[in-house]
């Protein structure tokens, strides 16, 4: 079955990096788009941006133009995202999503706190 | 970019009742537009894609409608389970979900 894995919780201190990742199971990888979605605490959710995995290219959303980067490791079925200089509102919890046929990870807690 | 407004924000209602969620675009978004329930501490499941296509696996209580800026959805009789926050999503000008609307029983 479609499977979406992502790693763990993460707790970071400001200006650290933090790389999140998801791991894909039960289709091929590289036939659909990889969507990345945040929702802070108590928070709607925003959508990030997506990246081809055909292609490897990445779009951001411009609220995540910057330190956000989205990366591939296509021959282990993982999509990446990578957070740099964190700040205390980076604390969230990230989802990447196949949103074609509705597949999610479970999410994953990022804390940043000093 | 386009801007998605829900309505209400907050919305309490008994079981049985029938409920409407509204979701306003900043444009037209020609339709493009799917709906998402997510129940607390678990990841959005879509109930809706295309405006008014029901989810395989979705119960029939649920149905989308809508064109151009103004997008419906509604529960035909609300149960138990459908508490949960409800987001709109449109992806015919970039992607952008709405802030949600917090459905509670009375």
């Known amino acids: 079955q479609i499977q979406l894995v992502q790693s763990g919780p993460e707790l970071k201190k400001p200006g650290e990096s933090v790389k999140i990742s998801c791991k894909a199971s039960g289709y091929t990888f590289t036939d659909y788009a990889m969507h990345w979605v945040k929702q802070a605490p108590g928070k709607g959710l925003k959508w990030m941006g997506w990246?081809?995995?055909?292609?490897?290219?990445?779009t951001y959303a411009d609220d995540f133009k910057g330190r956000f980067v989205f990366s591939l490791e296509a021959s282990a079925s993982t999509a990446n995202l990578q957070i740099s200089n964190l700040k205390n509102e980076d604390t969230a919890t990230y989802f990447c999503?196949?949103?074609?046929?509705?597949?999610w990870g479970q999410g994953v807690m990022v804390t940043v706190s000093s | 970019d386009i801007q998605m407004t829900q309505s209400p924000s907050l919305l309490s209602a008994s079981v049985g009742d029938r409920v409407t969620l509204n979701c306003k675009a900043s444009q037209n978004i020609n339709k493009n537009l799917n709906w998402y329930q997510q129940k607390l501490g678990e990841a959005p499941k879509l109930l809706i894609y295309?405006?008014?296509n029901l989810q395989t696996g979705i119960p029939s209580r649920f149905s989308g409608s809508g064109s151009g800026t103004d997008y419906t959805l509604t529960i035909s009789s609300l149960q138990p389970e459908d508490v949960a926050t409800y987001f709109c999503f449109q992806y015919n000008s970039g992607h952008t979900f709405g802030a949600g609307t917090k459905l509670e029983l009375k």
């Open positions: 295309y405006t008014n």
């Open positions: 990246i081809n995995t055909y292609t490897g290219k990445p």
């Open positions: 999503a196949r949103l074609m046929g509705d597949y």
